[in-house]
């Protein structure tokens, strides 16, 4: 039976899934939803499957009305709407996907994560599927790490990095939103060890790890999804943490240190002003259009490199075993030249489209609400094989202590 997606949000990942969609046989109409309509209006002009609406995610029944019909709802919009497309999904009898949990306004990244999965049993008596945190981190990720986890007697711990040492020589300091980067940045990250959740200060525990090919690189403990579901779904672990690295994390936790993210005004000259919105309103926006990005190239690149490990480390056979995971994908001039996308969309939205692509293929079958690393074995092997064919492809070094 062929379906009708909805693409809430047709920025760089929304648009990637829906123009990955349209190629799909078993995708009859795409709705590309978004506030701004030329936006939308963008996606129906380039895709023959696609038909564009206006909808405000602040409006719980235009999400609604605009979505009446389809089989899934994907998410593509800030984690603070997490809450009203998953209703709305509830109401329409929709399957539903989304991105990220957090960071969200109302609560902590704990609680934002744990109010998804508070809604499990309605979708489970729904007979639907909320798939949670799908794109490269968190998403991919998890992927991996449930992988190797599986191969093992007892996980101890579970370690994801990633490093972006994407830098060109015209100062662009982000490849996604300056805001998202910089309040992502200093915000306290969690961490999770012996079964408790654990806060730290941003940019804490400075740890140099050596990456196949690269070296020693800085890396920091960063805000993100995986600590928190890994807690919470792989039993007796004991400790989870993400970490991130780079020039534009180093160039933030200066920012950092010298209080240019904080978000309380301050007197300046008489004036109050907040430094986090001076510090974003003179960053140079993530180019977004093909134009902007090859300007940008053609000023060329100071470095160019980075690395996706996800090392997980536990006992076979008695035995501790640690297992590194590299994730292999396209760079920036790679992936511009092949798709005439950033490396940042290339990696994020390919990833989070073959998680649509486990829904409107019928290689879902689990009920409720649930993230990446709960999918079985099949449906994994599925994923990273698709992952695959579109250049996305992972590296497992094995390392075991025989005595």
């Known amino acids: 039976m062929k379906k009708t997606v909805m693409v809430m949000g047709t920025g760089a990942q929304g648009g990637t899934i829906a123009m990955r969609l349209n190629d799909e046989i078993n995708v009859e109409k795409i709705i590309c939803a978004d506030y701004d309509f030329d936006a939308a209006k963008r996606y129906e002009t380039l895709l023959d499957k696609a038909a564009a609406v206006k909808v405000d995610a602040r409006k719980a029944d235009e999400i609604i009305k605009a979505s009446k019909g389809a089989d899934l709802i994907v998410n593509g919009l800030p984690p603070d709407f997490n809450p009203a497309v998953m209703r709305a999904a509830l109401e329409n009898g929709m399957h539903y996907q989304d991105m990220a949990s957090g960071p969200v306004a109302d609560i902590d990244f704990v609680g934002a994560v744990k109010r998804q999965l508070a809604l499990d049993d309605e979708f489970k008596r729904a007979g639907l599927s909320a798939l949670i945190n799908t794109g490269s981190a968190p998403g991919l990720v998890n992927v991996i790490a449930r992988n190797a986890v599986d191969k093992l007697d007892q996980v101890e711990s579970i370690d994801i990095y990633i490093y972006d040492g994407i830098w060109t020589n015209r100062f662009i300091p982000f490849w996604w939103s300056p805001e998202t980067a910089f309040g992502d940045m200093a915000a306290e990250p969690i961490s999770f060890e012996n079964g408790e959740f654990k806060r730290v200060p941003p940019f804490n525990d400075p740890e140099m790890v050596d990456f196949r090919g690269l070296g020693p690189r800085r890396m920091v403990d960063h805000e993100h999804e995986e600590p928190v579901t890994f807690g919470l779904f792989f039993n007796g672990i004991k400790r989870a943490n993400f970490k991130y690295g780079g020039p534009a994390c180093n160039l933030a936790e200066s920012f950092y240190r010298m209080g240019l993210l904080g978000t309380e005004p301050i007197d300046v000259k008489g004036s109050k002003i907040v430094?986090?919105?001076?510090?974003?309103?003179?960053?140079?926006?993530?180019?977004?259009?093909?134009?902007?990005?090859?300007?940008?190239?053609?000023?060329?690149?100071?470095?160019?490199?980075?690395?996706?490990?996800?090392?997980?480390?536990?006992?076979?056979?008695?035995?501790?075993?640690?297992?590194?995971?590299?994730?292999?994908?396209?760079?920036?001039?790679?992936?511009?030249?092949?798709?005439?996308?950033?490396?940042?969309?290339?990696?994020?939205?390919?990833?989070?489209?073959?998680?649509?692509?486990?829904?409107?293929?019928?290689?879902?079958?689990?009920?409720g609400v649930f993230p990446p690393e709960v999918l079985g074995a099949d449906t994994r092997t599925y994923y990273l094989a698709q992952a695959a064919k579109l250049g996305i492809t992972v590296d497992e070094i094995a390392e075991t202590r025989r005595y």
């Open 275 to 367: 430094p986090l919105d001076l510090v974003c309103q003179l960053t140079p926006p993530a180019p977004s259009d093909p134009d902007t990005i090859r300007e940008a190239l053609s000023e060329g690149m100071a470095l160019e490199e980075g690395a996706s490990l996800v090392r997980v480390q536990g006992l076979k056979n008695g035995k501790s075993v640690c297992m590194d995971n590299y994730i292999n994908a396209p760079g920036l001039t790679e992936s511009f030249e092949k798709h005439g996308i950033t490396h940042e969309s290339f990696l994020t939205g390919q990833s989070a489209f073959l998680f649509t692509k486990l829904f409107v293929n019928d290689k879902l079958t689990l009920k």
